[in-house]
């Protein structure tokens, strides 16, 4: 474990460990014993392509550390982020007997914990989870902040509960199987994370580039433990989104409108994200909030990790995007409002009208 980091998550009773390190999946069931309970049933929730990889060395961690286990697989996919894979959790679990005590583990990415952890808030009205997020994504963003749920035909994420994790173990080598675009798609959360709050992390990233690309470990555990502190910080002081929390939102307003409008098909979530943190901050130097040199920075910065920072010639049309985004959830008298940069390191929330976004 030469480069474990642990966090707390400061939320009273519902406090909760964050540990990250670089090969310490087998550690897992030791972990679970200091944490949650000594014996007791397990309910691993995975996919089959995760669980191809790293099903075999989580049960055998959770085994060795005394528990049952029983592993129970959804499809992989966002479209199976539904109540019938919840439903599927629920038989599996309550025909293994699995009782108020038991526990669930998450190994996957952002979908498998999502379903995963709001199986859990549900089960016998309640059980303890603990979050493995296998992808960048899911290590840095899903799995920290206890926002659990499914989709519904009627929209996404709207079924769910506010459930923290009892625990959230994160290997960083797990990233090293995961396909090539969502490396660079979760780094548009970690850059975020700069953006709203940390100047110094910043320029660490865009000092860092390539250590980061090449998944060093020292660099990528840094990283990935940076993030979490951010999120930790936000969620601790803000557990449901009713002020501070909507700063993480930062690049979101207008990466939703680009995902809403390409049919959630030509763009990863992170890709759409790191083109609306560019184009939000080109919104805030149009209202004079950042200067154009700091635009630049982070347009660079999003560049350098593979990222796009603007939509292809003739994809779009802005007035699309406006409309889009004035039929969004966080439109007031027909102003937008957005997380809009100050500086690098500071974000504000302001509104924005339709004549800043055309
Ligand atoms: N709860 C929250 O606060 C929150 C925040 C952001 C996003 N989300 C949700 O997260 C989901 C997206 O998560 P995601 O981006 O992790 O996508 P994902 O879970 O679909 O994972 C992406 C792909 O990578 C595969 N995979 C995962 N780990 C792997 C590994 N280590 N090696 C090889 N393949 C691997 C998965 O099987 C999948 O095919 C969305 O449903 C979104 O709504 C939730």
């Known amino acids: 474990m030469a480069y474990a980091e642990n966090i707390n998550v400061e939320l009273g009773k519902r406090s909760y460990r964050i540990v990250i390190g670089s090969g310490i999946l087998p550690g897992l069931g030791g972990a679970i014993s200091e944490n949650l ?13 995760v669980h191809a990889i790293y099903g075999k060395a989580v049960e055998k961690s959770l085994r060795r550390a005394g528990y049952q286990v029983i592993t129970v ?30 526990f669930i583990v998450a190994l996957g990415g952002g979908v ?15 059980i303890r989870f603990v979050q493995v997020p296998t992808t960048l994504l899911a290590q840095v963003d899903s799995s920290v902040g206890g926002k659990t749920g499914v989709n519904h035909p009627l929209g996404k994420n709207m079924i769910g509960a506010f459930w923290q994790p009892s625990l959230v173990w994160i290997d960083t080598e797990t990233l090293k199987t995961l396909p090539p675009r969502e490396l660079p798609a979760g780094m548009a959360e970690v850059i975020k994370y700069g953006v709203i709050k ?20 020292a660099e990528l555990t840094h990283i990935v433990a940076a993030s979490c502190r951010t999120k930790a910080q936000v969620v ?42 560019c184009a939000e901050a080109e919104i805030a130097s149009r209202k004079g909030l950042i200067t154009r040199p700091e635009v630049e920075q982070i347009q660079s910065v999003v560049e350098a990790y593979g990222l796009p920072s603007s939509l292809p010639k003739g994809l779009l049309k802005r007035r699309d995007i406006a409309n889009a985004m ?18 690098i390191g500071k974000v504000r929330i302001d509104t924005v009208s339709r004549g800043d976004l055309l």
């Open 37 to 49: 309970s000594k014996t007791g049933k397990a309910a691993l929730v995975s996919n089959p392509t």
């Open 73 to 102: 697989l959804i499809p992989d996919g966002e479209r199976y982020k539904t109540l019938k894979s919840a439903e599927l959790i629920w038989g599996k679990m309550l025909k293994a007997r699995l009782e108020r005590a038991s």
């Open 112 to 126: 498998v914990g999502d379903i995963a952890g709001f199986a859990a808030s549900a089960y016998m009205r309640g």
């Open 198 to 217: 940390d100047r110094r992390f910043f320029s660490y990233l865009r000092d860092n580039a390539e250590a980061v690309k090449r998944q060093r470990p």
């Open 236 to 277: 601790s002081r803000d557990e449901r989104e009713s002020g501070l929390r909507a700063i993480l939102n930062y690049g979101h307003t207008v990466g939703h409108a680009i995902e809403t409008l390409t049919n959630y098909k030509k763009y990863l979530h992170g890709e759409a994200v790191a083109i609306g943190m």
């Open 326 to 343: 004035t039929l969004d959830k966080k439109v007031l008298a027909g102003e937008v409002r957005m997380v809009l940069p100050e500086r």
